[in-house]
């Protein structure tokens, strides 16, 4: 069985060792290339678009792709939704691996938002605001003028920071909660904003964000694609593929 593996998150990189020298399972795992050095995920891996649904299309039937297991990020809403309908159209088997969102607990202090520019509702002026989000959503936080923005980001920034009120921090995970605890001192933190992810691996931010008492701007998830078989780790997607390659 052929297989696709659409990465992008910590689920997938577990999948992918996994899959490695599965038995009568051939993988290729697929990364959208938003790092300049991803981990290895110990299979065959290609890097960057597909080229829009056409381009998606012809890479599966080009490589005679049998299934696609969609371990991307909760985020990539537009790529999950495109392979749900393109594995419909062509009848091929779909799974989605979707980790549990994000609850608050007690102590927490979150706002929830549906998208980015509701951020600026909610963060008064003169805040510094620490943006968990990503450098690619960064952008959509323009009417946070007025806020001192530090947005961590995994690379080196290769062009300057788009708004004069803010700058990048470099920083690769996983961090302790005392580093985070640390840093939000340090830097003077006033409001945490981040994406509804879940998982294990950023949960430390908010934990100090508790620790702290700091106000948690929360962006709730785009909606999964309906109508696809979906399991939450990757335990339960391997044994996915292991009955498919039967």
Known sequence: MNLLLLA????????????AGMAGVSTIASLAGATRAPMDLGVPTRVG???GRVGFEAFLEAEKIDAVLDATHPFAGR???????????????CLQVLRPEWRPGPGDRWIFIDNESEAAEHIPEGATVF????????????????????????????????????????GRGPFSVAEEIAL???????????????????????????????????????????????????????QWVRELAR
């Open 79 to 93: 790529i999950s939704r495109r392979t749900a309908d393109v594995c419909r159209h062509r009848d091929l088997p």
């Open 184 to 238: 939000f001192k340090a830097r003077g933190v006033d409001f945490l904003v981040v994406k509804n992810s879940g998982g294990e691996g950023s949960r430390p931010k908010l934990e100090a964000a508790r620790a702290l008492s700091l106000p948690v701007v929360m962006i709730n998830r785009p909606p999964p694609p309906a109508g696809v078989a979906r399991v939450e780790t990757p335990e339960a997607a391997l």
């Open 8 to 19: 992008g998150s910590g689920e997938a990189r577990a999948i992918a060792h996994g899959l």
């Open 49 to 51: 678009g597909f080229g």
């Open 131 to 170: 943006l968990a989000t990503g450098r690619q959503t960064l952008l959509r936080f323009a009417n946070l003028a007025g806020r001192y923005i530090i947005c961590r980001r995994i690379d080196e920034a290769r062009q300057p920071f788009p708004f004069e009120n803010g700058e990048y921090l470099v």
